[in-house]
C-alpha cells in the first residue's frame, strides 16, 4: 500500500471534487462537509469517467408524486449512464450490494507530519504549516 | 454487477465498426451553405414543421445533459459537432475502423411540409459529406430521405447510390404508416437496385401517432422503451405485407432498437401466422426465416440481464452473424467496446459482431 | 402436453356474448326502448379484434352447427371445462359495449352483461368465475359498478383491454385501482382493442394477424405505464394479471427496464427497487398463446429461466380461441413441480378470492331486482 500526498486540503472545496492520478489511476477526491473520500475514476458499470458526474443530493420520494432531495447524502451521477454512488460508500443506489465505485482510504495530515515521511510525495511538494489530503492505494 | 476484469471482453486489440454515431451541427445555419436561398429563408422564417406541441425541444425531456455525455461537450458546441474531438476520444480511442453516421434530425423524415423536406433532405447529405465523410476517411454517411415522399427519396437515392461515401438509406421507422406499405416499396425498390442496406434509427418525432397503442406515455422511462415496441411493429409490417417477399435482397438494419426483443416477436409471428396463414397467403414462409435473411441488429443499448449468460443464449436465437456492434456516440447511454458484453465471448463471435458482420452488410473495404 | 392432474384453475374462458336482446331484461326501461326504438338490439357488438370467423376466433370443433362458439354452458363443459380437469373457469366476455363513445350507454350495457353473467353463467355452473366488465370513459361510474359488482364474490377480477384511450397506469385510473384493491379484485388486461389509435407507433396495419401481433408490444407498454407511474408502489398488494398477453416477450421487458431504472430513477424516484423485482410480485400472465418454438422444450425452458421466476404464469385454455389443438394445452417439457404451480398454486395465489367459497344468491342481479 502506498500512501501519497495528493492535494492541499484548501484544494478541494466542499462539495467538489478534484482528480488526481496516484501510482497511475485516475482518482477523484471529494470534500463532502469537511470530509474527504476518494474514489477510483471509473465507473463499474462501462468503465466511465465516474468522478467527473454531478455531484448531488439524493433524489427520494415517499410515493408516487413527490419528490424530495435528502440533502444529508451525496451521491455522484456517472456522466455516462446516470448511475447513482454514495460517495461515502462507494455503494451504487439501485444495487448496493453488488455494485460499488472502488474506494480508497483518505485522510487529512498535517505538514509537519508529511515531510518527515514515510509518504510518499515525489511530485507534490509538502509545506510544514499546511494541511494536505493523503491517498492511500 | 461487479464483474472481475478477467470475464468481461475486451476488444482492446480489434478494429472495431461503429454502426451509430451522431454527428452534430454547430449551429443550424451550418447547413445553409447546402440549401437554396428560398429554403434558407423558409428555414429561418418558418423553420421545421413537425407534429409536436414544442418547437425544437422534445416532450420528454432526456436525462443529464440533454441525453449526452458529459465528457463529450466540445469547446464550442454540442457534442458531436467537433470531428477533432470525436476523432481524439472516440475513433482514436476505440479503434473505430470505420463508422456509420446517424444524422436524425433536420434531413426531412419528419417534416410536414414535403418540399421542404427535400430540400432539407439534399442538404443533409451534402452536409454529412463535406463536413465529415470527407475529412475523415473512417466515416460512412447515410442517405437521408424523407420516407413519406417516396418519388422523391427514389430521386435523391439514385443521385447518391454510386458514392461509396454513403453506407445505407435512412429513414424513419415512425413513419406516418406502417413500413411494409405499398407506398414505401419504390425506396425498397430502390435499395434492393442500389445494393444498400435500408437502416431504421430509433427516431424521436413522430410521423402521427402516438409511441404507443394506447396514446402517449408520461416519462422518460416509458418513451425510450417505446422504441423497441416499435421496432416491434415496423418489422411485423415488413414482414406480413410481403416487403421481403416481393425484394428477396433487401437489407434492413435496425439501429439502437435493442435486439433482446427479436426472438419473442420471431416466435409469436410463427405462431400466428400459421393460425391465420389464409389472410397472408403472399407470406410464403414462417415471419422469422424473413428475419433470419434480412433483418440485422446493432447492439446499442446492450441488454444487462442479472445473469449475463442468458444474453448469450438470446444472441444464440438470433444468431451470431445478425449483430453488429455499435456504441451510440456521444449519448449518454453509450456502450464502450471492451465493456458492453459481461460474459466470455469467443474469438471468432467477437469478430463478428465487432467487425465482420458490419463489414460485410456495408460492403466495407 | 395433457393436464397431468385435477383441480386446475383455468384463468381465461371466453363464454359467447349475450346477443342485445339477451341482454334488455338487464336493461333499465329507458335503455330498453333506446335500444329497441334505435334497432341497436339487432347488433352483435363484436370486437374487431375479434372478426367470428376467423381461424384465431374458434377452434374448428369448438365451432357450433348453430349459435356462437361457447355460446352454450353445456359444450362449455364438455369442451372447456371436463378435458382439463378443471375445478374453476375465470369467465372473461369480450363484450364490445366498451367501444361505444356513449359513455353513459357504454355503461348500462356492460352493466347488464355482468348481470346477464352471474345469473345465466356463475348462477348455472358452480366452477365458474368472471370479471367484472366496465368501460374506460368516466372513472367514477366504473367505480360505482365495481363497487356494485363486488358484493358478488364469484366475480375475481376487473377486465380492461390492451390498446384504448390512454395507458392503464395513469392516475387517472386510479380510483379504479383502489376499488380494486379495496374489494381484493384482481386488475386483468386481455387482449383486444378499441382502436381509440393506431395499433401500431407507425399507424394502421393491413391485416388482422399484425394487429393481434401488435397486442403483445401493447402489454408492455401497459405493463411499464403500471411500473413507471408508480402503481404498485400506491397500491401494494394490487395484483396485475396479463390475459392472452403471450410471456415470452418478458425477459427483455424485465432487462430494459431494471437497466433504464438505474439512469432515469430521478424522474420516477418511487419506483424504490429493480423493476424485475416488482414486476415478478405484482403482476402474472396468462399460459396461452405459447409463443415458442413447437416442441422445443428447452428453448422454452430457457425463456422461464429468463423470465427468472416460477409464480408468474396462470394455466388458462383462452377457449374457444384456438391456440392448441386436441388436449395438449401444456407445452411439452414443464417439470413436474412447475406444471402444479401453473394450474393451480400460481391462480388461487393471484386471485385471493378464489381463497373464499362463494354463495350462489349473493349476486348483484338479484339485488338490483329486488329494488327495482
Same mark, same amino acid.
Given at each position: 500500500?502506498?500512501?501519497?500526498?495528493?492535494?492541499?486540503?484548501?484544494?478541494?472545496?466542499?462539495?467538489?471534487?478534484?482528480?488526481?492520478?496516484?501510482?497511475?489511476?485516475?482518482?477523484?477526491?471529494?470534500?463532502?462537509?469537511?470530509?474527504?473520500?476518494?474514489?477510483?475514476?471509473?465507473?463499474?458499470?462501462?468503465?466511465?469517467?465516474?468522478?467527473?458526474?454531478?455531484?448531488?443530493?439524493?433524489?427520494?420520494?415517499?410515493?408516487?408524486?413527490?419528490?424530495?432531495?435528502?440533502?444529508?447524502?451525496?451521491?455522484?451521477?456517472?456522466?455516462?449512464?446516470?448511475?447513482?454512488?454514495?460517495?461515502?460508500?462507494?455503494?451504487?443506489?439501485?444495487?448496493?450490494?453488488?455494485?460499488?465505485?472502488?474506494?480508497?482510504?483518505?485522510?487529512?495530515?498535517?505538514?509537519?507530519?508529511?515531510?518527515?515521511?514515510?509518504?510518499?510525495?515525489?511530485?507534490?511538494?509538502?509545506?510544514?504549516?499546511?494541511?494536505?489530503?493523503?491517498?492511500?492505494? | 454487477?461487479?464483474?472481475?476484469?478477467?470475464?468481461?471482453?475486451?476488444?482492446?486489440?480489434?478494429?472495431?465498426?461503429?454502426?451509430?454515431?451522431?454527428?452534430?451541427?454547430?449551429?443550424?445555419?451550418?447547413?445553409?451553405?447546402?440549401?437554396?436561398?428560398?429554403?434558407?429563408?423558409?428555414?429561418?422564417?418558418?423553420?421545421?414543421?413537425?407534429?409536436?406541441?414544442?418547437?425544437?425541444?422534445?416532450?420528454?425531456?432526456?436525462?443529464?445533459?440533454?441525453?449526452?455525455?458529459? +465528457?463529450?461537450?466540445?469547446?464550442?458546441?454540442?457534442?458531436?459537432?467537433?470531428?477533432?474531438?470525436?476523432?481524439?476520444?472516440?475513433? +482514436?480511442?476505440?479503434?473505430?475502423?470505420?463508422?456509420?453516421?446517424?444524422?436524425?434530425?433536420?434531413?426531412?423524415?419528419?417534416?410536414?411540409?414535403?418540399?421542404?423536406?427535400?430540400?432539407?433532405?439534399?442538404?443533409?447529405?451534402?452536409?454529412?459529406?463535406?463536413?465529415?465523410?470527407?475529412?475523415?476517411?473512417?466515416?460512412?454517411?447515410?442517405?437521408?430521405?424523407?420516407?413519406?415522399?417516396?418519388?422523391?427519396?427514389?430521386?435523391?437515392?439514385?443521385?447518391?447510390?454510386?458514392?461509396?461515401?454513403?453506407?445505407?438509406?435512412?429513414?424513419?421507422?415512425?413513419?406516418?404508416?406502417?413500413?411494409?406499405?405499398?407506398?414505401?416499396?419504390?425506396?425498397?425498390?430502390?435499395?434492393?437496385?442500389?445494393?444498400?442496406?435500408?437502416?431504421?434509427?430509433?427516431?424521436?418525432?413522430?410521423?402521427?401517432?402516438?409511441?404507443?397503442?394506447?396514446?402517449?406515455?408520461?416519462?422518460?422511462?416509458?418513451?425510450?422503451?417505446?422504441?423497441?415496441?416499435?421496432? $416491434?411493429?415496423?418489422?411485423?409490417?415488413?414482414?406480413?405485407?410481403?416487403?421481403?417477399?416481393?425484394?428477396?435482397?433487401?437489407?434492413?438494419?435496425?439501429?439502437?432498437?435493442?435486439?433482446?426483443?427479436?426472438?419473442?416477436?420471431?416466435?409469436?409471428?410463427?405462431?400466428?401466422?400459421?393460425?391465420?396463414?389464409?389472410?397472408?397467403?403472399?407470406?410464403?414462409?414462417?415471419?422469422?426465416?424473413?428475419?433470419?435473411?434480412?433483418?440485422?441488429?446493432?447492439? $446499442?443499448?446492450?441488454?444487462?440481464?442479472?445473469?449475463?449468460?442468458?444474453?448469450?443464449?438470446?444472441?444464440?436465437?438470433?444468431?451470431? +452473424?445478425?449483430?453488429?456492434?455499435?456504441?451510440?456516440?456521444?449519448?449518454?447511454?453509450? +456502450?464502450?467496446?471492451?465493456?458492453?458484453?459481461?460474459?466470455?465471448?469467443?474469438?471468432?463471435?467477437?469478430?463478428?459482431?465487432?467487425?465482420?458482420?458490419?463489414?460485410?452488410?456495408?460492403?466495407?473495404? | 402436453?395433457?393436464?397431468?392432474?385435477?383441480?386446475?384453475?383455468?384463468?381465461?374462458?371466453?363464454?359467447?356474448?349475450?346477443?342485445?336482446?339477451?341482454?334488455?331484461?338487464?336493461?333499465?326501461?329507458?335503455?330498453?326502448?333506446?335500444?329497441?326504438?334505435?334497432?341497436?338490439?339487432?347488433?352483435?357488438?363484436?370486437?374487431?379484434?375479434?372478426?367470428?370467423?376467423?381461424?384465431?376466433?374458434?377452434?374448428?370443433?369448438?365451432?357450433?352447427?348453430?349459435?356462437?362458439?361457447?355460446?352454450?354452458?353445456?359444450?362449455?363443459?364438455?369442451?372447456?371445462?371436463?378435458?382439463?380437469?378443471?375445478?374453476?373457469?375465470?369467465?372473461?366476455?369480450?363484450?364490445?359495449?366498451?367501444?361505444?363513445?356513449?359513455?353513459?350507454?357504454?355503461?348500462?350495457?356492460?352493466?347488464?352483461?355482468?348481470?346477464?353473467?352471474?345469473?345465466?353463467?356463475?348462477?348455472?355452473?358452480?366452477?365458474?368465475?368472471?370479471?367484472?366488465?366496465?368501460?374506460?370513459?368516466?372513472?367514477?361510474?366504473?367505480?360505482?359498478?365495481?363497487?356494485?359488482?363486488?358484493?358478488?364474490?364469484?366475480?375475481?377480477?376487473?377486465?380492461?383491454?390492451?390498446?384504448?384511450?390512454?395507458?392503464?397506469?395513469?392516475?387517472?385510473?386510479?380510483?379504479?385501482?383502489?376499488?380494486?384493491?379495496?374489494?381484493?379484485?384482481?386488475?386483468?388486461?386481455?387482449?383486444?382493442?378499441?382502436?381509440?389509435?393506431?395499433?401500431?407507433?407507425?399507424?394502421?396495419?393491413?391485416?388482422?394477424?399484425?394487429?393481434?401481433?401488435?397486442?403483445?408490444?401493447?402489454?408492455?407498454? *401497459?405493463?411499464?405505464?403500471?411500473?413507471?407511474?408508480?402503481?404498485?408502489?400506491?397500491?401494494?398488494?394490487?395484483?396485475?394479471?396479463?390475459?392472452?398477453?403471450?410471456?415470452?416477450?418478458?425477459?427483455?421487458?424485465?432487462?430494459?427496464?431494471?437497466?433504464?431504472?438505474?439512469?432515469?430513477?430521478?424522474?420516477?424516484?418511487?419506483?424504490?427497487?429493480?423493476?424485475?423485482?416488482?414486476?415478478?410480485?405484482?403482476?402474472?400472465?396468462?399460459?396461452?398463446?405459447?409463443?415458442?418454438?413447437?416442441?422445443?422444450?428447452?428453448?422454452?425452458?430457457?425463456?422461464?429461466?429468463?423470465?427468472?421466476?416460477?409464480?408468474?404464469?396462470?394455466?388458462?385454455?383462452?377457449?374457444?380461441?384456438?391456440?392448441?389443438?386436441?388436449?395438449?394445452?401444456?407445452?411439452? &417439457?414443464?417439470?413436474?413441480?412447475?406444471?402444479?404451480?401453473?394450474?393451480?398454486?400460481?391462480?388461487?395465489?393471484?386471485?385471493?378470492?378464489?381463497?373464499? &367459497?362463494?354463495?350462489?344468491?349473493?349476486?348483484?342481479?338479484? *339485488?338490483?331486482?329486488?329494488?327495482?
Amino acid at each position: 500500500m502506498k500512501r501519497q500526498v495528493v492535494a492541499r486540503a484548501g484544494d478541494v472545496p466542499p462539495g467538489q471534487c478534484k482528480l488526481v492520478t496516484v501510482a497511475g489511476r485516475e482518482i477523484g477526491v471529494f470534500n463532502i462537509g469537511g470530509q474527504y473520500f476518494a474514489l477510483a475514476n471509473r465507473c463499474p458499470h462501462e468503465g466511465g469517467p465516474l468522478c467527473q458526474g454531478r455531484i448531488g443530493p439524493l433524489v427520494t420520494s415517499d410515493g408516487p408524486g413527490t419528490y424530495r432531495l435528502d440533502r444529508n447524502r451525496e451521491f455522484l451521477r456517472c456522466p455516462w449512464h446516470g448511475w447513482e454512488f454514495d460517495i461515502r460508500t462507494g455503494q451504487s443506489w439501485c444495487d448496493p450490494k453488488s455494485t460499488r465505485a472502488r474506494q480508497f482510504q483518505v485522510t487529512v495530515e498535517p505538514g509537519e507530519k508529511l515531510v518527515k515521511g514515510p509518504y510518499v510525495a515525489e511530485t507534490f511538494p509538502v509545506s510544514v504549516e499546511e494541511e494536505y489530503v493523503v491517498v492511500e492505494v | 454487477m461487479n464483474i472481475p476484469v478477467r470475464h468481461a471482453t475486451a476488444a482492446a486489440k480489434l478494429a472495431i465498426v461503429d454502426c451509430d454515431i451522431h454527428p452534430a451541427f454547430r449551429k443550424p445555419s451550418d447547413l445553409y451553405p447546402f440549401m437554396a436561398a428560398r429554403w434558407r429563408e423558409h428555414m429561418t422564417t418558418y423553420g421545421e414543421h413537425l407534429r409536436q406541441g414544442l418547437s425544437g425541444q422534445l416532450q420528454w425531456p432526456r436525462m443529464m445533459a440533454a441525453g449526452l455525455r458529459v +465528457d463529450t461537450f466540445p469547446e464550442d458546441g454540442p457534442p458531436g459537432s467537433d470531428l477533432e474531438l470525436m476523432r481524439r476520444q472516440h475513433l +482514436d480511442a476505440n479503434g473505430v475502423e470505420y463508422g456509420m453516421l446517424m444524422q436524425l434530425s433536420k434531413g426531412g423524415m419528419e417534416e410536414r411540409n414535403l418540399e421542404f423536406a427535400a430540400a432539407l433532405s439534399h442538404a443533409i447529405n451534402e452536409w454529412q459529406l463535406e463536413t465529415f465523410v470527407k475529412p475523415e476517411p473512417r466515416l460512412r454517411a447515410g442517405i437521408v430521405v424523407p420516407q413519406e415522399d417516396a418519388a422523391f427519396a427514389v430521386k435523391e437515392i439514385e443521385h447518391r447510390a454510386a458514392d461509396r461515401s454513403f453506407a445505407q438509406i435512412i429513414i424513419s421507422p415512425r413513419s406516418s404508416d406502417p413500413l411494409g406499405h405499398r407506398r414505401y416499396w419504390p425506396i425498397f425498390e430502390a435499395a434492393e437496385r442500389c445494393n444498400l442496406p435500408i437502416g431504421l434509427h430509433v427516431q424521436g418525432f413522430s410521423g402521427g401517432h402516438a409511441s404507443t397503442s394506447s396514446g402517449w406515455p408520461t416519462y422518460y422511462m416509458e418513451e425510450h422503451y417505446a422504441a423497441t415496441t416499435g421496432m $416491434q411493429n415496423t418489422v411485423t409490417s415488413l414482414v406480413f405485407e410481403g416487403v421481403f417477399e416481393r425484394f428477396p435482397k433487401l437489407k434492413v438494419v435496425l439501429i439502437e432498437g435493442g435486439f433482446a426483443w427479436a426472438p419473442a416477436l420471431c416466435w409469436r409471428m410463427d405462431k400466428h401466422w400459421e393460425r391465420m396463414r389464409s389472410e397472408t397467403p403472399h407470406v410464403t414462409r414462417p415471419p422469422s426465416e424473413y428475419i433470419r435473411e434480412h433483418v440485422w441488429f446493432t447492439t $446499442q443499448p446492450i441488454e444487462e440481464p442479472e445473469n449475463p449468460q442468458h444474453l448469450a443464449e438470446v444472441i444464440e436465437w438470433i444468431g451470431w +452473424d445478425r449483430l453488429m456492434f455499435s456504441t451510440d456516440y456521444p449519448h449518454w447511454d453509450f +456502450d464502450h467496446p471492451q465493456h458492453t458484453f459481461k460474459f466470455a465471448m469467443t474469438d471468432a463471435q467477437k469478430s463478428k459482431v465487432f467487425r465482420d458482420n458490419a463489414r460485410a452488410l456495408y460492403n466495407l473495404p | 402436453m395433457k393436464v397431468p392432474l385435477k383441480g386446475a384453475i383455468d384463468c381465461d374462458l371466453h363464454p359467447a356474448m349475450p346477443s342485445a336482446v339477451a341482454l334488455l331484461p338487464y336493461l333499465d326501461e329507458y335503455w330498453r326502448d333506446q335500444l329497441v326504438d334505435r334497432h341497436i338490439d339487432r347488433y352483435p357488438f363484436t370486437l374487431t379484434s375479434y372478426p367470428p370467423n376467423s381461424p384465431l376466433s374458434a377452434r374448428p370443433d369448438w365451432r357450433q352447427p348453430t349459435g356462437a362458439p361457447a355460446g352454450d354452458l353445456d359444450a362449455i363443459r364438455r369442451q372447456a371445462l371436463e378435458p382439463f380437469g378443471s375445478s374453476i373457469a375465470i369467465c372473461n366476455v369480450l363484450h364490445g359495449a366498451v367501444a361505444l363513445f356513449n359513455e353513459d350507454m357504454a355503461m348500462a350495457l356492460c352493466s347488464a352483461v355482468n348481470d346477464w353473467t352471474a345469473k345465466e353463467l356463475l348462477d348455472r355452473e358452480p366452477r365458474l368465475r368472471a370479471s367484472i366488465l366496465v368501460p374506460l370513459h368516466n372513472t367514477e361510474l366504473a367505480v360505482a359498478e365495481i363497487e356494485r359488482v363486488a358484493k358478488d364474490r364469484r366475480f375475481v377480477q376487473i377486465l380492461l383491454f390492451a390498446m384504448n384511450d390512454m395507458l392503464l397506469g395513469r392516475r387517472v385510473y386510479w380510483p379504479i385501482y383502489a376499488a380494486a384493491e379495496k374489494h381484493g379484485l384482481a386488475i386483468g388486461i386481455h387482449a383486444g382493442s378499441t382502436y381509440r389509435h393506431a395499433p401500431m407507433a407507425s399507424g394502421w396495419p393491413a391485416h388482422r394477424v399484425e394487429d393481434y401481433i401488435a397486442q403483445s408490444a401493447a402489454f408492455e407498454s *401497459q405493463l411499464l405505464s403500471f411500473l413507471a407511474e408508480g402503481v404498485f408502489q400506491k397500491f401494494t398488494s394490487l395484483r396485475l394479471v396479463l390475459i392472452e398477453s403471450g410471456f415470452t416477450w418478458l425477459p427483455n421487458l424485465l432487462w430494459r427496464t431494471s437497466k433504464g431504472w438505474r439512469g432515469m430513477r430521478p424522474e420516477t424516484p418511487w419506483i424504490d427497487r429493480s423493476p424485475a423485482e416488482i414486476i415478478r410480485e405484482h403482476v402474472r400472465v396468462t399460459l396461452q398463446p405459447v409463443d415458442a418454438p413447437k416442441g422445443d422444450a428447452k428453448t422454452l425452458m430457457q425463456a422461464l429461466e429468463h423470465i427468472g421466476s416460477d409464480r408468474m404464469l396462470l394455466f388458462s385454455t383462452d377457449y374457444p380461441h384456438w391456440q392448441f389443438d386436441g388436449d395438449d394445452v401444456l407445452p411439452d &417439457g414443464l417439470p413436474a413441480d412447475l406444471v402444479k404451480r401453473i394450474l393451480i398454486d400460481n391462480p388461487k395465489e393471484t386471485y385471493p378470492r378464489l381463497r373464499e &367459497g362463494a354463495q350462489i344468491g349473493d349476486n348483484a342481479a338479484t *339485488q338490483k331486482e329486488a329494488v327495482r
